[in-house]
């Protein structure tokens, strides 16, 4: 579905990302996990056309992406759940999600009312507050409606970045088991957490990244057994203690 | 079809107008109604762009006064000393031209008003493409200063060069024939006409606008004001909204300058001057920003009291005044006021929901 070889990025001199290979394959949860300023967000954002590649390559079913323009990626079944949620905060929730739905919304209004029932199937919580102004909504709630918001552009491909973050732990473990059942319903996502171990916890496969390089990966059981990676980012002592 | 219905009123409202001034003998009135339609067509079209699309433009009289200007040049200046020349006798061919005498009886040979009209119209829209690339890639303060340095060569455009009369502007604009029998000018036997003319054009320019906003497009706009980043991760060609909504302002204000040029019979520098440009600002900002309704009640009330002289030789100072007090009591526009505070009295509780407020 994905196939990054060698890819290297940054922000005008400073290069974030140092040639980064990975893939993800069809209705697989892949990670990317590390530490602040590892590049995370720099290569979801690479992806997604956000920020300017310098060298390497992109694939995306098929196609390099790495020329393409932002707005037209999620065209082709690429979507970002951007870092912080960003929902568009004067908006109602059912408006957030029509414009997740802009790319297809020239197949009519038939299609988006199917999607937009959809995503009120799959987040409940949003069919209740439909007309609320989503700047309203609590943390959880926006990241609900941020992940619906990419879904309504049926894409083949969602990226998260951060999902769990500044959100109450009983929630993050909500959002994760939405997660898990949107690969379950066929998806794949591409998943970037600071939150290694529930990551891991979810996830089929994982990188991770260290001040711009692949450091580790392997199948999600392995990483959550690596002992490198247990120091660095889970936590060795709770580890053990389980 | 539902925005047709939400005009009507508005419709019935300028008609009961029309028949107060007649039954009170106060007809002079429409004068300024009409002006301050033809203003209220730019405002509206600034709304969309400011309001909608979050784009600031302190350069909109400039678009104005290229419209205004082109059309008033090309209907009144004479084309005799370039006869002859291919341009020339292309548009004499095409059948745009007008051969007529003026004032001293001299023979003229002039562009006819609606092509004149549909060329300042689209030269405005190129100008707002070209100055639009560049310029749209700047946000917030940068943008304003960008658009502001815009307005500010047209203005100093139109002072300098002879062809457009320097300081004194030019005059002696011919009426603009839209339809046989119907033409906008100054005249004061088609003074009711006009007035039916200037509110029948801000009309249909509202039905569009409000059509826009309520569209996919309208809705990409509102992503683009939240955040321009997210609403590309979207999908949404910020980019390209933003040019199509600051042309189609553009687009509007000319119409405006053109129109308005007919009527007044002719137009001197300070259309294109930036205290015009700060004060559709400001009127956009009173309605409320992302309140198309709002600005066009603020456009159509605020004009016409400049128009009638109400604020003296304070008018600039006026509308500064306005810009300060609006930003700082009530940024989301005249209207949330009321709303607010007739919620409040009809609940009859402190503590009332935040509906005004975005």
Same mark, same amino acid.
């Given at each position: 579905m994905l196939k990054i070889r060698n890819l290297e990025s940054g922000y005008g001199k400073i290069k974030v990302l140092k040639h980064v290979s990975m893939h993800v394959d069809p209705g697989e949860i892949v990670t990317i996990i590390g530490a602040n300023g590892a590049g995370k967000t720099t290569l979801l954002s690479t992806i997604a056309g956000l920020v300017k590649a310098s060298s390497g390559a992109a694939e995306f079913k098929g196609t390099n992406i790495l020329k393409t323009k932002a707005a037209v990626i999620p065209g082709l079944g690429c979507v970002m759940v951007p870092e912080g949620r960003q929902v568009f905060a004067t908006m109602t929730v059912e408006e957030n999600l029509l414009l997740g739905g802009h790319p297809l919304q020239k197949q009519g209004k038939q299609v988006m009312t199917e999607l937009l029932e959809h995503q009120y199937e799959l987040f409940a919580i949003l069919r209740d507050r439909k007309k609320q102004l989503a700047g309203t909504l609590s943390?959880?709630?926006?990241?609900?409606?941020?992940?619906?918001?990419?879904?309504?552009?049926?894409p083949s491909l969602v990226m998260m970045d951060e999902p769990s973050t500044g959100l109450a732990p009983l929630i993050v473990k909500e959002i994760f088991q939405i997660i898990v059942r949107l690969r379950d319903e066929g998806?794949?996502?591409?998943?970037?957490?600071?939150?290694?171990?529930?990551?891991?916890?979810?996830?089929?496969?994982?990188y991770v990244l260290e001040t711009g390089k692949i450091i580790v990966q392997g199948p999600a059981e392995d990483l959550l057994a690596n002992q490198d990676v247990q120091r660095a980012y889970l936590g060795r002592e709770k580890v053990e203690e389980k | 079809m539902k925005k047709l219905l939400s005009i009507l009123p508005l419709l019935a409202v300028v008609i009961g107008v029309h028949l107060l001034t007649s039954a009170t003998d106060t007809m002079y009135y429409l004068t300024q109604m009409t002006m301050s339609a033809y203003y209220s067509l730019l405002i509206i079209g600034l709304c969309v762009l400011m309001g909608y699309a979050g784009q600031i433009s302190l350069g909109h009289a400039g678009f104005f006064a290229i419209g205004g *200007?082109?059309?008033?040049?090309? +209907? +009144?200046?004479?084309?005799?000393? *370039?006869?002859?020349? +291919?341009?020339?006798?292309?548009?004499?061919?095409?059948?745009?031209?007008?051969?007529?005498?003026d004032l001293y009886g001299e023979a003229l040979l002039v562009v006819t008003p609606w092509a004149a009209c549909i060329i300042a119209v689209l030269t405005a829209a190129c100008i707002a493409v070209v100055i639009g690339i560049p310029v749209l890639k700047l946000k917030g303060h940068y943008l304003a200063m960008a658009t502001l340095g815009f307005g500010i060569i047209i203005y100093r455009l139109a002072l300098a060069m002879e062809y457009f009369g320097e300081a004194d502007g030019i005059s002696e604009v011919p009426a603009f024939v839209l339809l046989p029998g119907v033409s906008v000018s100054g005249n004061f036997s088609d003074r009711v006409q006009n007035y039916y003319i200037a509110w029948v054009l801000l009309l249909i320019g509202m039905v569009l606008l409000l059509n826009l906003i309520d569209s996919r497009v309208g809705r990409a706009l509102r992503g683009i004001h939240g955040s321009d980043e997210a609403a590309d991760a979207m999908g949404v060609n910020t980019a390209r909204f933003k040019l199509q909504t600051f042309v189609l302002s553009a687009v509007f204000a000319a119409i405006a300058g053109v129109f308005l040029t007919h009527y007044n019979g002719g137009i001197g520098p300070s259309e294109a001057g930036v205290m015009k440009s700060v004060r559709y600002v400001a009127i956009v900002a009173v309605g409320g920003m992302a309140h198309l309704w709002g600005a066009l009640l603020m456009g159509i009330v605020l004009n016409f009291l400049s128009l009638r002289g109400i604020f003296g030789s304070y008018d600039d100072a006026v509308f500064g005044l306005i810009l300060i007090v609006i930003m700082l009591f009530a940024p989301n526009g005249i209207l949330s006021i009321n709303v607010r505070h007739r919620l409040r009295q009809l609940l009859g509780r402190g503590k009332q929901d935040r509906a005004g407020e975005v």
């Open positions: 943390g959880g709630e926006q990241q609900m409606l941020a992940m619906g918001r990419a879904l309504m552009s049926r998806n794949t996502v591409l998943l970037v957490e600071q939150n290694a171990k529930a990551a891991l916890g979810i996830a089929d496969r994982g | *200007y082109l059309s008033a040049a090309l +209907t +009144t200046r004479s084309l005799i000393p *370039y006869q002859g020349t +291919t341009l020339v006798s292309l548009l004499d061919s095409a059948g745009l031209l007008l051969s007529g005498h």
